[in-house]
């Protein structure tokens, strides 16, 4: 199984916000330190927000922080709800499928397989996480943008 761009930039954004959990990060920022274009980040932000997983305050002091349902949520629940598909693996009838009408398992074993990663990933949650180290994993960013 592969997840989507949408998917990983979403999850990015976070465990990124996750662990600034007491300040808010501006799209700016959250591309910067991710290194996510801010025309996919706009998409991500509005989507999280939708889902009530960010909150999002616009103006001077605004900005995107996370939300508890998000600090709550099983990860397998946010990566369910993010790939936004009820059957991410195969689609027997998006494309004309020669084996429907003979009662073919592969869907079902698929099925299957997709309910245990998802089962398997809600034991975690985005506190599971969490960077000892976070301050080293952008401090090469801030070191180039002083010489720049």
């Known amino acids: 199984m592969k997840?989507?761009?949408?998917?990983?930039?979403?999850?990015?954004?976070?465990?990124?916000?996750?662990q600034n959990d007491k300040a808010s990060s501006s799209?700016?920022?959250?591309?910067e330190r991710l290194n996510i274009l801010r025309n996919h980040l706009i998409k991500v932000v509005q989507f999280l927000s939708k889902k009530e997983l960010v909150l999002t305050k616009r103006g001077k002091n605004g900005g995107i922080t996370i939300s508890e349902k998000a600090q709550k949520k099983g990860l397998g629940d946010l990566i369910h709800l993010l790939e936004q598909d009820d059957s991410p693996i195969i689609n027997c009838f998006s494309k004309s499928?020669?084996?429907?009408?003979?009662?073919?398992?592969l869907k079902s074993f698929l099925d299957i397989a997709y309910q245990a990663?998802?089962?398997?990933?809600?034991?975690?949650?985005?506190?599971?996480?969490?960077?000892?180290?976070?301050?080293?994993?952008?401090?090469g960013q801030e070191n180039t943008a002083n010489q720049t």
């Not at 020669?98 to 398992?105: A, H, L, Q, R, T």
Request: charged share 15%; with cysteine.
């Open 27 to 31: 799209l700016d920022e959250l591309s």
């Open 117 to 139: 990663f998802i089962d398997s990933m809600n034991q975690h949650q985005l506190s599971d996480l969490a960077f000892n180290n976070w301050e080293i994993i952008f401090a």
């Open 97 to 105: 499928c020669v084996f429907v009408s003979y009662e073919c398992k």
């Open 3 to 18: 997840l989507n761009h949408f998917t990983d930039y979403s999850l990015r954004v976070l465990i990124y916000l996750n």
